[in-house]
């Protein structure tokens, strides 16, 4: 079992950085694949960034591939978004999501069984 609470998102203006973090207890990250999936108002869920189990690889969508970052530190036991670059575009709600399963898709919301709460970010033009 893994509980995972996201941090870090805010209010910025095109432009600007943050840092979203996860952390998880109850299991380390290193036992699971990760990602950050966000969610806009009216709209699906959809991935972001991931990190395979093995920490060895890194997804991103087309969307944000050159200015965000997925990380993990696991001696802290948290994951790690990079966001640089924002735009209005990015405004939604960021979820911390995790899965055990190395043979599903990573792209899908239906492989992750640990989700945190979300943490919202908006930014503005």
């Known amino acids: 079992q893994a509980q995972l609470v996201e941090s870090g998102g805010g209010l910025v203006q095109a432009g600007d950085s943050l840092r979203l973090s996860c952390a998880a207890s109850?299991?380390?990250?290193?036992?699971?694949?990760m990602a950050w999936f966000r969610q806009a108002p009216g709209k699906e869920r959809d991935f972001v960034a991931g990190?395979?189990?093995?920490?060895?690889?890194?997804l991103y969508t087309d969307s944000v591939k050159g200015r965000f970052t997925i990380s993990r530190d696991n001696i802290k036991n948290t994951v790690y978004l990079q966001m640089n670059s924002l735009q209005p575009v990015d405004t939604a709600v960021y979820y911390c999501?995790?899965?055990?399963?190395?043979?599903?898709?990573?792209?899908?919301?239906?492989?992750?069984?640990?989700w945190g709460q979300g943490t919202q970010v908006a930014v503005s033009s």
């Open positions: 999501a995790g899965k055990r399963s190395p043979y599903s898709s990573y792209y899908d919301t239906r492989s992750y069984a640990y």
């Open positions: 109850g299991r380390a990250v290193s036992s699971y694949a």
């Open positions: 990190l395979t189990w093995s920490g060895g690889s890194t």
